[in-house]
Nanobody, 123 residues
Framework: QVQLVESGGGLVQAGGSLRLSCAASGRTFRTYGWFRQAPGKEREFVSA????????YYADSVKGRFTISGDNADNTAYLQMNSLKPEDTAVYYC??????????????????WGQGTQVTVSS
């Protein structure tokens, strides 16, 4: 079965860093995306990455702080999160698009989703 397995979430103090990982199995995806959902709020786009050219796309709220990347050797996507703020607290989800290359923040256009990993930033 094609699936995404996430790891790297946890508790960190404001100003700290975390690196989330998303390991894909079954198929190679052309585009990865990261989304997050805070309690009582809708899921929101964080970042997207395209394998073919390393293209990236970031939400304004994380520009300059988060970096998305991918390791083709192990088919894993990463989200490096620096200068974390309490408002970054959320469940973070990895998503992938198979057979599509467009970078998008629309969750409806992603084919496969991970289970989510909790990120909590304390003040």
């Amino acid at each position: 079965q094609v699936q995404l397995v996430e790891s790297g979430g946890g508790l960190v103090q404001a100003g700290g860093s975390l690196r989330l990982s998303c390991a894909a199995s079954g198929r190679t995806f052309r585009t990865y995306g990261w989304f997050r959902q805070a309690p009582g709020k809708e899921r929101e786009f964080v970042s997207a990455f395209r394998w073919s050219d390393g293209g990236t796309y970031y939400a304004d709220s994380v520009k300059g702080r988060f970096t998305i990347s991918g390791d083709n050797a192990d088919n894993t996507a990463y989200l490096q999160m620096n200068s974390l703020k309490p408002e970054d607290t959320a469940v973070y989800y990895c998503a992938a698009r198979f057979g599509r290359t467009g970078l998008t923040g629309n969750p409806a256009l992603y084919d496969t989703w991970g289970q989510g990993t909790q990120v909590t930033v304390s003040s």
